[in-house]
């Protein structure tokens, strides 16, 4: 199934697996198959795949667990180029009512481009009434945890200036006080002006990209109609320098925010940093804490927990 949003395309699949171990091996082929051949669109794969990814994903009774089926449906979503989303709300998915049989049955998976496309999608397991299954939604979290701490790119320091500037502002700032102090003012000061420096240099350097890249596919075409003048020669040798500094740029940006470890090698595939820095970052946002063995959800009810934390412990002698 199909359905057109604007003009944005996305793919979305009901399953309903089988529990024979075999059958459920067919399914994993047809749809990763299927996966294939669509290509890289938003993929949304939803519902009760009776499989587990783990062991953690299943308590009762019987302490049978078939590794094996565990492996194929880990391959599944591997090969097929899946991703599965953060689980919020409670572990499982499945109940047998007697309090002692539960299972993690149901899930979305989703592609990488949907996560690209919705970058805070999490999937919500709501509490359970009649049927043994819980409501489990898909939702796109877009809760403000206030702004985030600047990041300084080691990239910035191939800009011309970088070293004179950051020299001349520390050395403006004048203050009094214990050397902790100073220094900790210094840091606070200098970062403001580095985010206006950002502003003026890094910003949106995919779009710049875009721009040169676009000016010179227009002199290109021109020059296979006419000649060029000796200004549009030199305009040309300068985009190509400007592009070649800021793909290096946009290319160092990618490694240190996705902190791959052979970045040294000199890969410039920015779709698999653009992963892998998506993937960080559904791995380090905070969902869900337990507090004295109860669950806290939701932005404000998490910090008011963690400040009384830590507040408890630092007014202690």
């Not at 689980?87 to 949907?114: E, H, N, P």
């Not at 000199?266 to 507090?291: P, T």
């Amino acid at each position: 199934m199909h359905l057109m949003w604007r003009v944005r395309l996305f793919f979305s699949a009901n399953v309903y697996a089988p529990c024979d171990t075999s059958a459920k091996q067919d399914l994993w082929s047809n749809i990763t198959n299927f996966i294939l051949n669509i290509g890289d669109v938003n993929l949304c794969i939803c519902g009760d795949f009776n499989s587990f990814r783990s062991e953690a994903e299943r308590k009762g009774r019987s302490a049978v667990f078939r590794q094996l089926e565990a492996d194929n449906f880990n391959n599944f979503i591997d090969s097929s180029f899946l991703i599965d989303l953060p689980l919020c709300g409670r572990l499982f998915t499945w109940y047998r009512g007697d309090g002692i049989s539960m299972s993690r049955l149901d899930r979305f998976l989703v592609s990488a481009k949907w996560c690209d496309s919705w970058l805070n999608s999490i999937q919500v397991a709501h509490p359970r009434g009649l049927p043994d299954h819980v409501p489990l939604m898909l939702h796109v979290d877009d809760t403000n945890w206030g702004p985030r701490p600047l990041r300084l790119m080691k990239c910035w320091t191939e800009y011309q200036g970088y070293a004179d500037f950051i020299r001349a502002n520390l050395n403006s700032f004048s203050m009094d006080g214990w050397g902790c102090h100073v220094l900790r003012m210094k840091f606070k000061m200098i970062e403001a002006c580095l985010k206006y420096w950002h502003l003026q240099h890094s910003k949106n350097i995919e779009g710049r990209i875009t721009d040169t890249k676009n000016r010179m596919n227009s002199l290109d075409s021109k020059g296979e109609e006419i000649k060029l003048t000796e200004e549009e020669i030199k305009e040309m040798h300068d985009l190509s320098i400007n592009l070649h500094s800021l793909s290096r740029v946009h290319t160092s940006m990618n490694w240190q925010k996705a902190r791959m470890n052979w970045v040294k090698e000199g890969d410039a595939n920015s779709k698999f940093f653009h992963n892998i820095m998506s993937s960080r970052q559904r791995r380090n946002s905070i969902h869900l804490i337990h507090v004295d063995g109860i669950h806290v959800e939701g932005v404000q009810n998490i910090r008011t927990a963690i400040y009384n934390h830590f507040a408890m412990h630092y007014t202690h002698s």
